[in-house]
């Protein structure tokens, strides 16, 4: 299976926001049946969860920090995520990375399947 980002990255304005998009695509998998994940890496920082949703009902579960400017969505269609920043900051500049698994829970540690990233620089 692949996870591509396949728009939103780049550079953007702080205060502004922007959607990054994620999507599963392969054969032989069920959507509903994966969670799908945000990560975030700056530069000499670890990585860190962003926030993760769980396909089939849409739950969310972001991690403290992202609870406010930042929200998921999936569309099941498109077997794709969203992840959607609002308020940039100079602080949310890092190499964004999504990720799958096929399970119906949401873990942070646990995820399969990961794209390879997309840099998001926000400026002042």
């Known amino acids: 299976l692949r996870c591509s980002c396949r728009s939103g990255g780049g550079l953007v304005q702080a205060g502004g926001s922007l959607t990054l998009s994620c999507e599963v695509s392969g054969s032989g998998f069920t959507f509903n049946d994966f969670a799908v994940a945000w990560h975030r890496q700056a530069p000499g920082k670890e990585r860190e969860g962003v926030t993760c949703i769980t396909v089939d009902d849409g739950n969310t579960y972001p991690a403290e920090f992202a609870r406010t400017r930042f929200s998921m969505s999936r569309d099941k269609a498109k077997n794709t995520a969203y992840l959607h920043i609002e308020n940039l900051k100079p602080e949310d500049s890092a190499v964004y990375f999504c990720?799958?698994?096929?399970?119906?829970?949401?873990?942070?540690?646990?995820?399969?399947?990961w794209g390879k990233g997309t840099l998001v620089t926000v400026s002042s």
């Open positions: 990720s799958a698994r096929s399970y119906r829970y949401c873990h942070f540690t646990g995820m399969d399947h």
